[in-house]
C-alpha cells in the first residue's frame, strides 16, 4: 500500500497514522489505531452511479449505505481492517435496490483480493498450518488462497492443475508439501520452487507411486541438490527413488510440531503419577510455550 488516497488523509497524517489504501475504486473516510493496534480504515466508493447487471440500468439514486467489516493485508506489523460502506442503489426501471460491485474484495468475500494473495504466495513455501497461525487464519481458507494462487501460476504456464508435461526445475531447493481438499478423505501433493516462491504443479493423491509420478515429470529429476519436505516416509522414498542426487532436508516447522507432540505425550505421562500430578497442577501449560514468551515469574514457576 504505498501511496495514499482520500479526503481525510490530512488530519490523518497528524494523529501519526499512516494506512495508504491504493484500491481501486474506493477513497479513505476516516483511520485510527484501535486499542490493540489494529489499523481501521473506513472506505466508500468513488463511484456515484452503478449498473445494476440484471437489466444494465445505470442508476445514481442510493437506496441506502451498510458498513462491512473486511481484512487487509497487514502494515507495519499491525493487522488492518476495513470498515467498507457499502452502498445500494435504487434502479428506477426494476423497482429493487441492488448492492454496488465490490472489486476490491469480490462478492461475499470478507478479505481483499490482495491479501488471500499474499497468503496463497506465502503458503507456496511455507506450511499452511504455519500461515495459518501468523496471518490469524484458518487452515483451510490458507488452502484455499494456495489453490487460487497455484491455479494462476500454472494458467500462466498454459497448464491446468491435471494436464500432464515436463515441470520447470528448482536446482536448489523443491518443496514437497500435502494438502487436505476433504479431510480425511482426499489429499493433494503440492510441488513448489521454494527460492522463487512458485507453485510447480498441485497433483492428485499422496502415495508414493502417486507422488514419484509428478516427480518424474520434472526436466531435469538430477539437477534438484535439495528437496524440503515433512519426515513422511511416502515423500522421502518418493525422493529417493525419482531425486538421486537431492539432499532430504526436513522442514523445521513439522520438525517443531513432532517435538511438541512429544513433549506433551511426556507431560501427560508424568501428570498421571502422584509426584507429576502435584507439580504440573495449573503449570502443565508453561511447558508447552518456548521460553522467551515466558515472563521472569512464568519461567521462575517452571523451573522450580
Known amino acids: 500500500m504505498p501511496t495514499r488516497h482520500g479526503t481525510g488523509e490530512e488530519a490523518n497524517q497528524e494523529q501519526g497514522i499512516v494506512a495508504p489504501l491504493e484500491l481501486a475504486g474506493l477513497r479513505i473516510l476516516k483511520q485510527e489505531v484501535q486499542v490493540d493496534g489494529t489499523i481501521r480504515v473506513e472506505v466508500i466508493g468513488t463511484n456515484e452511479r452503478a449498473t445494476r447487471l440484471h437489466c444494465g440500468a445505470v442508476c445514481v439514486k ?4 451498510r458498513p462491512r467489516i473486511k481484512r487487509d493485508v497487514p502494515l507495519r506489523g499491525h493487522r488492518v481492517e476495513l470498515v467498507l460502506y457499502k452502498r445500494r442503489f435504487w434502479c428506477m426501471g426494476c423497482h429493487k435496490a441492488f448492492t454496488e460491485c465490490d472489486s476490491g474484495c469480490g462478492r461475499g468475500k470478507r478479505t481483499t483480493v490482495r491479501l488471500r494473495e499474499e497468503i496463497g504466495q506465502q503458503a507456496c513455501s511455507s506450511p499452511i498450518a504455519h500461515v495459518a497461525d ?3 487464519v484458518g ?3 490458507v ?3 494456495l489453490e487460487a494462487v497455484a491455479s494462476i501460476q500454472l494458467a500462466k504456464r498454459g497448464l491446468s492443475l491435471e494436464e500432464s508435461g515436463k515441470l520447470p526445475t528448482p536446482r536448489f531447493l523443491l518443496g514437497i508439501d500435502e494438502f487436505a481438499r476433504r ?4 489429499y493433494d501433493t503440492i510441488l513448489c520452487d521454494l527460492e522463487a516462491h512458485k507453485v510447480l504443479e498441485v497433483s492428485a493423491g499422496r502415495k508414493k507411486d502417486e507422488v514419484a509420478g509428478v516427480l518424474e515429470r520434472l526436466a531435469d529429476c538430477d539437477g534438484v541438490e535439495a528437496v524440503s519436505m515433512d519426515m513422511s516416509t511416502t515423500f522421502r522414498e518418493a525422493v529417493q527413488l525419482c531425486l538421486p542426487r537431492a539432499r532430504i532436508v526436513a522442514d523445521h516447522f513439522h520438525v517443531i510440531q513432532h517435538m511438541g ?6 507431560l ?3 501428570a498421571k503419577e ?3 500430578k502435584q507439580a504440573l497442577d495449573g503449570q502443565r501449560h508453561l511447558f508447552l510455550r518456548n521460553q522467551e514468551d515466558l515472563s521472569s515469574e512464568q519461567e521462575q514457576s517452571r523451573t522450580a
Open 143 to 145: 488452502q484455499t488462497c
Open 62 to 65: 442510493q437506496h441506502d449505505v
Open 274 to 276: 502422584k509426584e507429576g
Open 183 to 186: 479431510k480425511g478423505h482426499r
Open 134 to 136: 501468523e496471518y490469524e
Open 268 to 270: 501427560g505421562r508424568y
Open 261 to 266: 507432540k512429544a513433549v506433551n505425550k511426556v
Open 139 to 141: 487452515p483451510r481458507f
